[in-house]
């Protein structure tokens, strides 16, 4: 195996694919879950074809047990944990008079509870590495969403925000062992997610994936001193402050 390793949640697909992708070139090994199990299989078998050391954890995070069964079964596999990326998440776009008991329970538990858990099951290893190398990193995947109120994504854009907040949160208590956390709060990525939009913007118009496993990658590559709380990422002429993802 590396001699680190990371667990990326939804790296079965999307952005969390990507990120898998540029750890394992870094030599990380890797842990990735998803919901779809079949979906899971293809993502690892092209990861393994590339020569890193894979696992693939099915995992619904919307259950919080199995939450915890993925960060019990990383530890299994590799014994540490250098790079937790919280990136599986879900958007659901309903006005406000029409939102759903379901879709608010969804879209809560699994981009901000799934979130919690994982950081706090993760927390001995993260500072076991911390205290080794003084690079520990926690990803969280916000949005533009939490930082720009969209209506109709009123729940993700709220969730998001949260994610952000508890990032902040956490790289306090991570202190100064080591650990670093950073919020990545991009506009529209070309992904399965943004499929409802493509039709307006051109996925070619879009932030690529590739460049959120840059992004992690320059995360990984600062020294332990230089802490980074959020990036935004925004396409041009997108941005929270135009009201543009
Ligand atoms: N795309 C964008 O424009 C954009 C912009 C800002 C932020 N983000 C954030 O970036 C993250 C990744 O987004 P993406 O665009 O890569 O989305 P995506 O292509 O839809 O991929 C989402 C990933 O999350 C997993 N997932 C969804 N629901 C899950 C559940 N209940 N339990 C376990 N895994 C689940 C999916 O697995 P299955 O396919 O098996 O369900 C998939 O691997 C999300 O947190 C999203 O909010 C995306």
């Given at each position: ?18 990120i ?6 870094s030599?990380?090994s890797?842990t ?15 990861l ?31 014994g ?15 006005p ?12 809560v ?8 858990i994982?950081t ?6 993260l ?17 533009v ?97 135009s009201?543009?993802?």
């Amino acid at each position: 195996m590396g001699e680190r390793a990371a667990l990326i949640t939804g790296g079965s697909g999307g952005i969390g694919y990507a990120i898998a992708e540029r750890l394992g070139r870094s030599g990380y090994s890797l842990t990735i879950s998803g919901r779809r199990e079949e979906k899971l299989a293809s993502a690892v078998e092209r990861l393994a074809g590339e020569g890193f050391d894979v696992e693939g954890v099915v995992a619904d995070l919307s259950k919080p047990e199995e939450a915890e069964r993925l960060v019990e079964a990383h530890g299994e596999r590799w014994g540490r944990m250098d790079c937790l990326v919280n990136n599986a998440g879900i958007g659901i776009g309903q006005p406000i008079s029409e939102i759903t008991d379901k879709f608010l329970d969804l879209q809560v538990a699994v981009n901000l509870k799934a979130m919690v858990i994982l950081t706090r099951e993760s927390f001995g290893m993260l500072q076991e590495a911390g205290g080794e190398h003084g690079k520990g990193l926690v990803v969280n995947l916000a949005s533009v969403a939490g930082k720009a109120y969209p209506p109709w994504l009123s729940i993700y854009g709220a969730t998001k925000a949260a994610v952000i907040s508890f990032s902040h949160s956490s790289q306090k208590e991570f202190g100064d062992s080591g650990v670093q956390v950073t919020a990545i709060c991009p506009g529209f990525v070309a992904t399965d997610m943004t499929e409802f939009v493509q039709g307006e913007i051109a996925p070619e118009d879009m932030i690529r994936v590739e460049d959120l496993g840059e992004v992690v990658s320059f995360l990984l590559s600062t020294s332990p001193n230089c802490v980074v709380p959020e990036i935004v990422l925004n396409r041009p002429g997108g941005g929270p402050d135009s009201g543009g993802m």
